[in-house]
Nanobody
Framework: QLQLVESGGGLVQPGGSLRLSCAAS????????IGWFRQAPGKEREAVSCISRSGGSTSYADSVKGRFTISRDNAKNTVYLQMNSLKPEDTAIYYC????????????????????WGQGTQVTVSS
C-alpha cells in the first residue's frame, strides 16, 4: 500500500522553528517529485514548496522564501521541510504529495500535478 506520512507538526511561538517530515512507505521516492502544500481554515490549499526527484530543482512560494527549506534523503525515503522564523499566518495543515517522474525535470508547484497525498500534519504558530 502506497502511503505518505507527514510528521513534525505542532504548536510553536512566532519566530520559532519546526521541521516537517514526509516519509514514504510501499514505494521508493527515487522517481518522485515531492510537493509541500498547506491549507488554513476557510482557505484553499496552496503550494508551499517542491523538490525534484534528485533534489536538483526546488521551488518556494513567495510567502516562505528565505524562511523555509525543502530537502530530501532518498536513502531514508523521506523529504523534509525546515521552517524557520514562523509567523501566525503559517498556521495550517501541511500536506506532502508525490508525483512520478521518469526523467529529472523542474518540480511543479501545481497541486493538480500530484497524485498521492498524505493525511497532513497541523502546524500552529501562536503566542
Amino acid at each position: 500500500q502506497l502511503q505518505l506520512v507527514e510528521s513534525g507538526g505542532g504548536l510553536v511561538q512566532p519566530g520559532g522553528s519546526l521541521r516537517l517530515s514526509c516519509a514514504a512507505s510501499g514505494f521508493t521516492l527515487d522517481y518522485y517529485d515531492i510537493g509541500w502544500f498547506r491549507q488554513a481554515p476557510g482557505k484553499e490549499r496552496e503550494a508551499v514548496s517542491c523538490i525534484s526527484r534528485s533534489g536538483g530543482s526546488t521551488s518556494y512560494a513567495d510567502s516562505v522564501k528565505g524562511r523555509f527549506t525543502i530537502s530530501r534523503d532518498n536513502a531514508k525515503n523521506t523529504v523534509y521541510l525546515q521552517m524557520n522564523s514562523l509567523k501566525p499566518e503559517d498556521t495550517a495543515i501541511y500536506y506532502c504529495a508525490s508525483r512520478f517522474r521518469l526523467l529529472q525535470t523542474m518540480c511543479d508547484m501545481t497541486k493538480g500535478a500530484y497524485n498521492y497525498w498524505g493525511q497532513g500534519t497541523q502546524v500552529t504558530v501562536s503566542s
